[in-house]
């Protein structure tokens, strides 16, 4: 008989039934929301015996479209996270991961968890390192600071923000790489410190992250739709970051994400902001242009659609920035599947890639903010 339990930082599974060494399971909402897709949970007593696990209800995801060409993620250790076995059924909306654990445990998640203590370490690893101030800009509902860390001393002014939707742990994957660029003696960083001063918030929805949801706050809000008029009841996270981007001022901002459906790495931008000006929209197109000369890890080619004139969500950090600061302001968005310009079958988009990416996106900022100057 196996055993299933989700009841641990991020975790998120119901237990419908469990019929020996399979079960039917289904993912929990957002707390006072309707959004659900991020799963995480453990498995126990199948080492060496083929488990079968039925998702049952995928078809009401907030993303369905996520779900044809997928593979989950598992791990045996809670560290290394590779894909395995799955299929998606569409006629009946159920997901089914076949897999025979080695040991007595393994984890299973839509995609390599970034832990809320993984989190703190890395806010203290890089806090105490020369050069870099770290502050709490606010705190969340359920009482978790919003750390922000400070780098650099150039006039120019740099915010990149990560996991405004907790369901999307490649995005603090990706601050990690940053941060721990940012603060190194790589001369990619020794440019933009010179350049630049940076702010990075790794976790903006620590809340979401530990509840194990998809997209909102301990309130049910998606931050980043929060952005016009965010509130101390609704989205404190919100409020408390764009109260210190006003009071720095914002150059360039990077928000960075996870697409359920899309199997490539791409941008979205601020088309359609009222105050749109044809050169805020030619460096925006010069970053991505140099970024997907960089790397095969990103491309220009497949993404959203662009907001007709004057038709921007201004609720959404990109464009609420680039309008209000007229700011080069990008949103970064990272695959659950994996890019398939470049496909890895064993892990499919991970961590390592996550990281080295933001490492091509820092070298890409130095070299434009280094030719704007
Ligand atoms: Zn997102």
């Given at each position: 008989m196996i055993t299933i339990t989700s009841a641990f930082d991020s975790g998120n599974i119901e237990v419908l039934s469990v019929d020996g060494d399979t079960a039917q399971l289904a993912i929990r909402r957002d707390h006072q929301s309707d959004f659900y897709q991020w799963f995480h949970f453990c498995i126990a007593g199948a080492a060496g015996r083929e488990v079968t696990l039925r998702i049952m209800n995928c078809a009401g995801s907030a993303y369905p479209l996520g779900w044809p060409g997928y593979r989950a993620r598992f791990s045996d250790d809670g560290d290394d996270w590779r894909q395995t076995a799955t299929d998606y059924d569409l006629s009946s909306g159920v997901l089914t991961i076949r897999h025979t654990p080695a040991g007595e445990r393994v984890w299973f998640a839509y995609h390599a968890p970034y832990s809320m203590e993984r989190h703190r370490q890395l806010v203290e690893r890089i806090g105490a390192m020369p050069g870099v101030t770290?502050?709490?800009?606010?705190?969340?509902?359920?009482?978790?600071?919003?750390?922000?860390?400070?780098?650099?001393?150039?006039?120019?002014?740099?915010?990149?923000?990560?996991?405004?939707?907790?369901?999307?742990?490649?995005?603090?994957?990706?601050?990690?790489?940053?941060?721990?660029?940012?603060?190194?003696?790589?001369?990619?960083?020794?440019?933009?410190?010179?350049?630049?001063?940076?702010?990075?918030?790794?976790?903006?929805?620590?809340?979401?992250?530990?509840?194990?949801?998809?997209?909102?706050?301990?309130?049910?809000?998606?931050?980043?739709?929060?952005?016009?008029?965010?509130?101390?009841?609704?989205?404190?996270?919100?409020?408390?970051?764009?109260?210190?981007?006003d009071a720095t001022g914002v150059d360039y901002a990077m928000d960075i994400h996870g697409d359920e459906s899309i199997p490539y790495v791409f941008m979205a931008g601020f088309h359609g902001i009222p105050s749109w000006t044809d050169q805020q929209g030619l460096a925006y197109d010069r970053f991505g242009e140099l970024l997907a000369g960089r790397t095969r890890d990103f491309q220009t080619k497949h993404g959203y659609p662009l907001a007709g004139a004057g038709r921007a969500n201004l609720s959404m950090s990109t464009n609420q920035l680039a309008e209000r600061f007229g700011a080069v302001a990008m949103t970064l968005e990272m695959p659950f599947k994996d890019n398939d310009d470049a496909p890895d079958p064993e892990r499919g988009w991970s961590p390592a890639r996550s990281k080295a990416l933001a490492h091509d996106c820092l070298a890409t900022l130095a070299d434009v903010i280094e030719k704007a100057g």
């Amino acid at each position: 008989m196996i055993t299933i339990t989700s009841a641990f930082d991020s975790g998120n599974i119901e237990v419908l039934s469990v019929d020996g060494d399979t079960a039917q399971l289904a993912i929990r909402r957002d707390h006072q929301s309707d959004f659900y897709q991020w799963f995480h949970f453990c498995i126990a007593g199948a080492a060496g015996r083929e488990v079968t696990l039925r998702i049952m209800n995928c078809a009401g995801s907030a993303y369905p479209l996520g779900w044809p060409g997928y593979r989950a993620r598992f791990s045996d250790d809670g560290d290394d996270w590779r894909q395995t076995a799955t299929d998606y059924d569409l006629s009946s909306g159920v997901l089914t991961i076949r897999h025979t654990p080695a040991g007595e445990r393994v984890w299973f998640a839509y995609h390599a968890p970034y832990s809320m203590e993984r989190h703190r370490q890395l806010v203290e690893r890089i806090g105490a390192m020369p050069g870099v101030t770290t502050r709490e800009l606010g705190r969340s509902l359920d009482g978790y600071p919003i750390d922000c860390l400070d780098i650099g001393s150039g006039p120019t002014q740099v915010w990149l923000y990560a996991r405004q939707h907790p369901g999307e742990p490649m995005a603090e994957w990706w601050a990690e790489g940053a941060l721990e660029l940012l603060a190194s003696d790589d001369p990619v960083a020794r440019r933009l410190r010179a350049a630049a001063t940076l702010h990075v918030v790794p976790n903006m929805n620590p809340d979401g992250s530990v509840r194990g949801h998809l997209r909102t706050n301990a309130a049910g809000a998606n931050l980043n739709r929060e952005w016009i008029a965010p509130s101390a009841e609704r989205s404190p996270e919100v409020l408390c970051v764009l109260a210190a981007m006003d009071a720095t001022g914002v150059d360039y901002a990077m928000d960075i994400h996870g697409d359920e459906s899309i199997p490539y790495v791409f941008m979205a931008g601020f088309h359609g902001i009222p105050s749109w000006t044809d050169q805020q929209g030619l460096a925006y197109d010069r970053f991505g242009e140099l970024l997907a000369g960089r790397t095969r890890d990103f491309q220009t080619k497949h993404g959203y659609p662009l907001a007709g004139a004057g038709r921007a969500n201004l609720s959404m950090s990109t464009n609420q920035l680039a309008e209000r600061f007229g700011a080069v302001a990008m949103t970064l968005e990272m695959p659950f599947k994996d890019n398939d310009d470049a496909p890895d079958p064993e892990r499919g988009w991970s961590p390592a890639r996550s990281k080295a990416l933001a490492h091509d996106c820092l070298a890409t900022l130095a070299d434009v903010i280094e030719k704007a100057g």
